[in-house]
């Protein structure tokens, strides 16, 4: 089956759940407790602060998501977005926006804020995927698709042949519905990401750098890094200067906010013209840590100086992912209205006026 999962716009109408608190509750009274490694990881685990919070859609957005669901459940798609009760899911289904993630479950890398599982071979790839991706896309009646990937090191092309034909596939299918292909680094292959994007029907080209070039060696596997993906993204620029070009960082990893804006100033000159940035969330025990929470108002800060540096289409904020209202921000692009001004919900924040 199709893995689904929803974009990272956040809409939900209660505060998100705290962090699991741990209650030794078997100790006697007055006795030391004794800890085990799991236990100390969890007590290091910071709660939420009380502005992750935002709201239900309304009007047309919530029949939109309820026939997105119905679909959805009809055809029997296996969403992750349901299984891992995603917060996003009503704003991106309510919007007719989806991210589908192909080329199985498990990655090749063992980066340290992904909750994705790492093997070192996974299995084949499924050779009739792009057809069950495109019946997946035409059911749900999106009008912008994301497809994200695992990193696939096993494959001589880094599995852009794959990928390629997945785009091609919903474009026959469903030519009417926007694509934006999120994007693995190919292991720095050029001459496959060459073949990949020849004529390939997208709108949205994206490609995360993660987190500031500073944590590359704590964030993320070795065979990544932040230079690697700026000459991803210099050579998509060179290669499909009609593309949008996108990326996303994550906060709360350890970087400064100095760093932050360095790290959006060498995207812009790489060429990206769309930039997502959002709070890092510790998946499990064994991820990476929260270092911080930045409030609203230093997410608001990031996201004019972004604009200042001349990026098309930004969203800043602590719920904000990489495919946070994605078609939306396609079409902030392309000149279209700012996307945080956009009914806000709260999950991107901003010192531009809301309408």
Not at 101 to 116: K, L, S
Not at 198 to 218: G, I, M, T, W, Y
Not at 247 to 275: K, N, Y
Request: charged residues 25%; proline residues 6%.
């Amino acid at each position: 089956m199709v893995n689904v999962h929803s974009s990272h716009g956040v809409i939900m109408g209660t505060r998100l759940p705290n962090l699991d608190d741990i209650i030794l509750s078997d100790q006697a009274c007055g006795e030391k407790a004794s800890l085990n490694s799991k236990q100390k990881r969890k007590l290091l685990r910071k709660r939420l602060p009380s502005w992750f919070k935002t709201s239900l859609p309304i009007g047309d957005s919530q029949v939109r998501y309820n026939e997105t669901m119905d679909s959805v459940k009809e055809n029997n798609l296996n969403t992750v977005c349901e299984e891992a009760r995603c917060p996003n899911i009503h704003d991106c289904w309510g919007r007719g926006t989806a991210t589908f993630m192909i080329a199985g479950g498990v990655c090749t890398r063992g980066c340290r804020f992904c909750a994705v599982g790492t093997v070192k071979k996974p299995p084949p790839l499924n050779i009739f995927e792009p057809q069950e991706l495109a019946e997946a896309v035409s059911k749900m009646g999106l009008n912008h698709a994301v497809i994200t990937v695992v990193n696939r090191d096993d494959l001589p092309d880094g599995g852009a042949n794959h990928y390629r034909n997945c785009i091609l596939e919903i474009n026959k299918k469903s030519p009417e519905v926007g694509l934006e292909l999120l994007c693995s680094d190919l292991d720095g292959n050029l001459a496959a990401l060459d073949v990949l994007l020849q004529d390939l029907p997208l709108r949205v080209f994206a490609h995360n750098v993660e987190c500031v070039p500073r944590l590359d060696s704590k964030v993320r596997d070795p065979r990544a890094s932040f230079n690697q993906s700026i000459k991803i993204l210099k050579a998509v620029k060179r290669i499909r200067p009609d593309l949008k070009i996108k990326s996303s960082i994550m906060v709360g990893l350890g970087e400064s906010d100095e760093e932050v804006t360095e790290a959006m100033i060498l995207l812009r000159d790489a060429g990206v013209q769309m930039i997502t940035i959002g709070q890092y969330l510790q998946p499990g025990d064994r991820h990476l840590p929260v270092d911080r929470f930045p409030e609203p108002s230093q997410f608001a800060k990031w996201d004019s100086e972004a604009r200042s540096l001349g990026f098309k289409a930004v969203a800043s904020g602590p719920l904000v992912r990489s495919s946070y209202r994605a078609g939306l921000l396609w079409e902030e692009a392309e000149g279209g209205i700012p996307v945080v001004t956009r009914e806000s919900t709260g999950s991107a924040v901003s010192e531009l006026k809301a309408i």
